[in-house]
């Protein structure tokens, strides 16, 4: 199973919007609607921020949403502020062998 | 409180053995599937293995091919805790190793354990 592909890096100027796209193929991203994205900062332990596509779990700002086209997923973050910028990495069920396929990952600077 | 604490981690020799445990409270641990997921250093993050599993059932384990046949993922439900033992270590098993439960197989990981560093060298 492939690692989902993810653009390396993306930035904007707080109050701006970014949007990180994650490309996976039928069999995993286009297959269900089980798209789940983190972010992570340095040196910590990743946190769930969009699950089932577009859901926001509790406390998750709604500055941030998720979609789904096709084969490829999108994690929009609106009004970037400082403490957005970090790792985000998008993960997809990819069926019952290996249910777990995570994207490549994509470094969000504010500028 | 949802609490994952980690711990087993550690230097060890290419061809190796360890195990690492995860102790879990707060959240019914036997409703939930156990996942271990690593980063290996400056790299993404990559699933290796889940265990589902009721109180009375028997477990279900699957993981990723890079640890097929080298790793065993467990877990006892009497002291809530999963497990991971990983034997015939590579250099390239080099990694934080974070635990995090999941409702169902495909489900998010909302919670995560605080990572423990497996550094696999000569």
């Known amino acids: 199973q492939s690692a989902l592909t993810q653009p390396p890096s993306a930035s904007g100027s707080p109050g701006q919007s970014v949007t990180i796209s994650c490309t996976g193929t039928?069999?995993?991203?286009?297959?269900?609607?089980?798209v789940s994205w983190y972010q992570q900062h340095p040196g910590k332990a990743p946190k769930l921020m969009i699950y089932?596509?577009?859901k926001r779990p509790s406390g998750v700002p709604d500055r941030f949403s998720g979609s789904k086209s096709g084969n490829t997923a999108s994690l929009t973050v609106s009004g970037l502020q400082t403490e957005d910028e970090a790792d985000y990495y998008c993960?997809?069920?990819?069926?019952?062998?290996?249910?777990?396929?995570f994207g490549t990952g994509t470094k969000v600077t504010v500028l | 409180e949802v609490q994952l604490l980690q711990s087993g981690g550690g230097l060890v020799q290419p061809g190796g053995s360890l195990r690492l445990s995860c102790a879990a409270s707060?959240?019914?641990?036997?409703?939930?599937?156990m996942n271990w997921v690593r980063q290996a250093p400056g790299k993404g993050l990559e699933w290796v293995s889940g265990?589902?599993?009721?109180?009375?059932?028997?477990?279900?384990?699957f993981y990723a091919d890079s640890v097929k046949g080298r790793f065993t993922i467990s877990r006892d439900s009497s002291k809530n805790t999963l497990y991971l033992q990983m034997n015939s270590l590579r250099v390239e098993d080099t990694a934080v190793y974070y635990c995090?439960?999941?409702?169902?197989?495909?489900?998010?990981?909302?919670?995560w354990g605080q990572g423990t560093l497996v550094t696999v060298s000569s």
């Open positions: 995090a439960p999941s409702l169902g197989v495909a489900g998010p990981f909302d919670y």
């Open positions: 039928s069999s995993d991203v286009g297959g269900y609607n089980y």
């Open positions: 089932e596509v577009s």
């Open positions: 707060g959240f019914t641990f036997s409703s939930y599937v």
């Open positions: 265990i589902s599993g009721r109180s009375g059932t028997t477990d279900y384990a």
């Open positions: 993960s997809s069920y990819a069926g019952s062998n290996t249910p777990y396929v």
